[in-house]
Every structure is written in C-alpha cells, then in structure tokens.
C-alpha cells in the first residue's frame, strides 16, 4: 500500500502562483504514474497533470492548464510537485494526488478509475 500526503495548498489572488507537494510512502514501487486532480462540490475529479516517475519527462496535462501549471517529481524524495501559475478562479478546487503502479498513458492518465491510491486533498483557493 502506499500512502499519499498533499500539501502546498492556500487563499491566493487571480494571478498568484502556489506550489503543490505529494509525498509518498511505502510500497512506493507502485507508484509509477502520479497525477493531480481536483474536485468542485458537484463535480467529479478531473485529471489535471499526471507524470511518468521512472523517467519524469513523460508529463501529460489537461488542456486548460497546459502552460501554466507544471508538474514534476524527485524520485530521491519521493514527492511529485505541482507549480501552479497564473492561477484563476476558476482553479478553485481540493487538489488531490493519485497513483498508481502501471505506467501513464495518453488515454487513461485522466481517469480517477486507473489510480489505486489517493491522498486526502489540499484546498486551493483562488479570488478574483
């Protein structure tokens, strides 16, 4: 099993700037692929950045915060980041990372299905 802890999250203004952190624990063998997502009361979670950890240059985002959110991952502290730029209202959300031990894909980094573990979220909100 492993064990995910967000962190990183705040109150910033419309165009701020704010640096989510993920550290993960135990069997972190299967933790292959990592990814971001976020969640609105009444919505459900939508993938927002995923990244293959054995290389970190396979990074996959969603098409509305392609270059302005980044995201990476330090295999020696096991912890995958988020920058997050340019933030907007709109990105209000619980920030939530996932993973899961099969590799990243075009077609399924998205999917909250795909992942096995999840931690328990880091609010983030933005005010115009």
């Known amino acids: 099993q492993v064990q995910l802890a967000e962190s990183g999250g705040g109150s910033v203004q419309a165009g701020g700037s704010l640096r989510l952190s993920c550290i993960a624990s135990g069997y972190t063998a299967n933790t292959n692929c990592m990814g971001w997502f976020r969640q609105t009361s009444g919505k459900g979670r939508e993938g927002v950045a995923a990244?293959?950890?054995?290389?970190?240059?396979?990074?996959y985002y969603a098409g509305y915060v392609k270059g302005r959110f980044t995201i990476s991952h330090d295999r020696a502290k096991n912890t995958m980041y988020l920058q997050m730029n340019g933030l907007q209202p709109e990105d209000t959300a619980m920030y939530s990372c996932?993973?899961?031990?099969?590799?990243?894909?075009?077609?399924?980094?998205?999917?909250?299905?795909?992942?096995?573990?999840w931690g328990r979220g880091t609010q983030v909100t933005v005010s115009s």
């Open positions: 996932a993973a899961r031990a099969s590799f990243c894909t075009d077609g399924s980094w998205q999917g909250a299905m795909y992942y096995k573990d």
């Open positions: 990244i293959y950890t054995v290389v970190g240059t396979n990074q």
